[in-house]
T-cell receptor, first 116, second 114 residues
Framework: AQSVTQPDIHITVSEGASLELRCNYS??????LFWYVQSPGQGLQLLLK??????LVQGIKGFEAEFKRSQSSFNLRKPSVHWSDAAEYFC??????????????FGTGTLLAVQP | DAGVIQSPRHEVTEMGQEVTLRCKPI?????LFWYRQTMMRGLELLIY????????DSGMPEDRFSAKMPNASFSTLKIQPSEPRDSAVYFC????????????FGNGTRLTVT
């Protein structure tokens, strides 16, 4: 069965420090992978997506993610965290069959806190 | 572009009452999705529509839940009768017809059933 695992429920980093959020997936075919961010009281916003090609993808707000097929991972990174990055981050996997995002499976999320 | 608009933002109701959640997708988007978010189960897809037609409702938890899309600019999710375990944040999302177009989420409706 398809699944997404985000091992870290909660992470705290200092402002200006680097960040890596982990995501592992289980999918029978070539996955389409996504990272979304959710601020309190808001909906989810797409940070970046991977469909094919270059395994290092750039997103909005200075985020990037690297697809590693051998490790079934799609970790999210940012070299220098800003206080405004405090939010919950969701990894998701989708696949073919009408649309890459029609039946997304989301991870349980990682809540990021940023210390001044 | 006003984005996906959901109403109400918060709903508190008593067990047994009917609840109707509303969604206006982004104009021109052909797909509409209803998701539910809870602490226990995370984000779950309930149902999605293409061109106002329900395509996959396998995520709808039971017959108490129903969703309609009478036209391209409006959808409802109804729970009748509501139960405390239905308490959650319900999100509506939409996307255009391109295969790899991203989902655009509304700000959600927080439902509390007492």
């Amino acid at each position: 069965a398809q699944s997404v695992t985000q091992p870290d429920i909660h992470i705290t980093v200092s402002e200006g420090a680097s960040l890596e959020l982990r995501c592992n997936y289980s999918y029978g075919a070539t996955p389409y992978l996504f990272w979304y961010v959710q601020s309190p009281g808001q909906g989810l916003q797409l940070l970046l997506k991977y469909f094919s090609g270059d395994t290092l993808v750039q997103g909005i707000k200075g985020f990037e993610a690297e697809f590693k097929r051998s490790q079934s991972s799609f970790n999210l990174r940012k070299p220098s965290v800003h206080w405004s990055d405090a939010a919950e981050y969701f990894c998701a996997v989708g696949g073919p069959g009408g649309g890459a995002t029609n039946k997304l499976i989301f991870g349980t999320g990682t809540l990021l806190a940023v210390q001044p | 572009d006003a984005g996906v608009i959901q109403s109400p933002r918060h709903e508190v109701t008593e067990m047994g009452q009917e609840v109707t959640l509303r969604c206006k997708p982004i104009s021109g988007h052909d797909y509409l999705f209803w998701y539910r978010q809870t602490m226990m189960r995370g984000l779950e897809l309930l149902i999605y529509f293409n061109n106002n037609v329900p395509i996959d409702d396998s995520g709808m938890p039971e017959d108490r839940f129903s969703a309609k899309m009478p036209n391209a600019s409006f959808s409802t999710l109804k729970i009748q009768p509501s139960e405390p375990r239905d308490s959650a944040v319900y999100f509506c999302a939409s996307r255009n017809r391109d295969y790899n177009s991203p989902l655009h989420f509304g700000n959600g409706t927080r439902l509390t059933v007492t």
